[in-house]
Nanobody, 115 residues
Framework: QVQFVESGGGVVQSGGSLNLSCVVS????????VGWYRQSPGKQRELVAV???????HYGDSVKGRCTVSRDNLEHEVKLQIHSLTSDDTAVYYC?????????WGQGTQVTVSS
């Protein structure tokens, strides 16, 4: 059974930084691309950042230049940092793990940027 433990969400100040963590169990973690998507009310789910099994990086346009994703294969953990937050970063953030055959999603963690 695949399980996700997402942490770090909540209310953060505009202009501040966001740090999210996701620990995944039940998969061969090192062979999966892992990362984060987000969804705001009324909007489609969008890519935030993904790091592949060979450590190539993919960032969404809305966070490029202020976002870092990292992975720890020993701890089965993927981390996300976003700086210079604005209200546009308010969303539910979903941790994901994907291979060429399937993908799995966490339950999501709410992030609200307050001014």
């Amino acid at each position: 059974q695949v399980q996700f433990v997402e942490s770090g969400g909540g209310v953060v100040q505009s202009g501040g930084s966001l740090n999210l963590s996701c620990v995944v169990s039940g998969i061969d973690f090192s062979n999966y691309a892992v990362g984060w998507y987000r969804q705001s009310p009324g909007k489609q789910r969008e890519l935030v950042a993904v790091i592949t099994s060979v450590r190539s990086f993919h960032y969404g346009d809305s966070v490029k230049g202020r976002c870092t994703v990292s992975r720890d294969n020993l701890e089965h953990e993927v981390k996300l940092q976003i700086h210079s937050l604005t209200s546009d970063d308010t969303a539910v953030y979903y941790c994901t793990a994907a291979s060429g055959y399937t993908d799995y999603w966490g339950q999501g963690t709410q992030v609200t940027v307050s001014s």
